[in-house]
């Protein structure tokens, strides 16, 4: 089956860097758009980044600059490297997959527990902390 596990998650200051990691499994990852969510304050998660099957990217404004989204089909991996991190960066961030073209740059928030269901392939969340 879909598996998607993230790793890289920590706790810096302000300011600092952390890079995410989400090896995939189970589906054809070449053929799918991958994404990054993270869990805000009740039930929701948003869209931070996402790289689409073609290579471009996109961020949510608040991390334009500062974050760079890559993947490398060979080793079946998405990457997210965030720079300059603030304490609002602070939240659980989850992997996400769709094989379904440009369907994920359409749903910027939902429920983080329909994420399995939304989406072909949903992880179990890697913890970013940030201090001031």
């Known amino acids: 089956g879909v598996q998607l596990e993230e790793s890289g998650g920590g706790s810096v200051q302000s300011g600092g860097s952390l890079r995410l990691s989400c090896t995939a499994s189970g589906f054809t990852f070449d053929g799918s758009d991958m994404g990054w969510y993270r869990h805000t304050p009740g039930n929701v998660c948003e869209w931070v980044s996402i790289v689409s099957r073609d290579g471009s990217a996109h961020y949510t404004d608040s991390v334009k600059g500062r974050f760079t989204i890559s993947r490398d089909n060979a080793k079946k991996t998405v990457t997210l490297q965030m720079n300059n991190l603030e304490p609002g960066d602070t939240a659980v961030y989850y992997c996400?997959?769709?094989?379904?073209?440009?369907?994920?740059?359409?749903?910027?928030?939902?429920?983080?527990?329909?994420?399995?269901?939304?989406?072909?392939?949903w992880g179990q969340g890697t913890q970013v902390t940030i201090s001031s």
């Open positions: 996400a997959a769709s094989n379904i073209p440009d369907f994920m740059t359409g749903v910027q928030r939902l429920e983080c527990d329909s994420g399995p269901n939304i989406f072909g392939g």
